[in-house]
């Protein structure tokens, strides 16, 4: 299991993790696409901005390996900002490969990308 150096551990002063410290001897947490509902509160909310500008700060538009990331937060994002590379896509690989669709991250996420603007 690759760890993404430099990436934040968790979304600062909060419990909200972004990465894990080993792989688990059974297998990587599966990912699965979970539904985002309006209602979700406010924290949760925050930990997806900040999990998003973390994705894009350390990886821009390439590819990556989920790797050490956190499987309940990529879940939340698979499908829509997330998106797989490998076909056939193995959810349980730590070395599976993600992109985030930056198009589709700043309609859902536009606070993630707030001073990215450029000649702003």
């Known amino acids: ?3 993404h ?3 934040p551990g968790r979304l600062p002063s909060t419990d ?3 990465t894990i410290r080993r792989a688990n ?3 990587a947490t599966p990912l699965v696409r979970r539904e985002r509902y309006a209602d979700r509160r406010t924290p949760d ?3 997806d901005t900040g999990f998003v500008r973390a994705l894009y700060e350390c990886f821009g538009d ?3 390996e989920r790797g050490n990331l956190d499987a ?3 879940s ?3 499908g829509r900002e997330v998106l797989t590379v490998s076909d056939p896509f193995d959810p349980t690989d730590y070395e599976a490969l993600l992109v985030l669709d930056v198009e589709a991250a700043r309609r859902s996420f536009p606070a993630a990308f707030d001073d990215d603007e450029e000649g702003a």
């Open 16 to 18: 909200f993790q972004f």
């Open 1 to 3: 299991m690759i760890k």
């Open 72 to 74: 309940g937060r990529l």
């Open 45 to 47: 909310r925050r930990a």
């Open 25 to 27: 001897p059974k297998g």
């Open 62 to 64: 390439e590819p990556f």
């Open 5 to 7: 150096r430099g990436f």
């Open 76 to 78: 939340w994002l698979l």
